[in-house]
């Protein structure tokens, strides 16, 4: 069994930045897919970003509201992946999920993810 908890989330005006942080246990964390998903109150969940993780290294995906404002990443050695979040904006605000799938393949939004954290309030004021 894996669990997944979040962190790091809060009130914050916009154009600002938060880091979310999701620690996972598991001794096998490095070979995860890893994502993050949000929910807005009266919306359908929806995929933000995630990170693989191979021998030859991690890649990473986005949806496109997101690039360019947020990243990414994951330290193996802590069992946790990060969200950096950057030039937030009113429309990110939402509860922000962290999921991981054992194994995975194909578009990221469609990755089998078989954990999911409790999820974290991010709410970004006008």
């Known amino acids: 069994q894996v669990q997944l908890v979040e962190s790091g989330g809060g009130l914050v005006q916009a154009g600002g930045s938060l880091r979310l942080s999701c620690a996972a246990s598991g001794r096998t964390f490095s070979s995860y897919g890893m994502g993050w998903f949000r929910q807005a109150p009266g919306k359908e969940r929806e995929f933000v970003a995630a990170?693989?993780?191979?021998?030859?290294?991690?890649?990473?995906y986005y949806t496109d509201s997101v690039k360019g404002r947020f990243t990414i990443s994951r330290d193996n050695a802590k069992n946790t992946v990060y969200l950096r979040m950057n030039s937030l904006k009113p429309e990110d605000t939402a509860v922000y999920y962290c999921?991981?799938?054992?194994?995975?393949?194909?578009?990221?939004?469609?990755?089998?993810?078989?954990?999911w954290g409790q999820g974290t309030q991010v709410t970004v004021s006008s």
């Open positions: 999921a991981a799938a054992i194994r995975y393949s194909g578009s990221p939004e469609l990755w089998p993810y078989n954990y």
């Open positions: 990170i693989s993780w191979t021998w030859t290294g991690s890649s990473t």
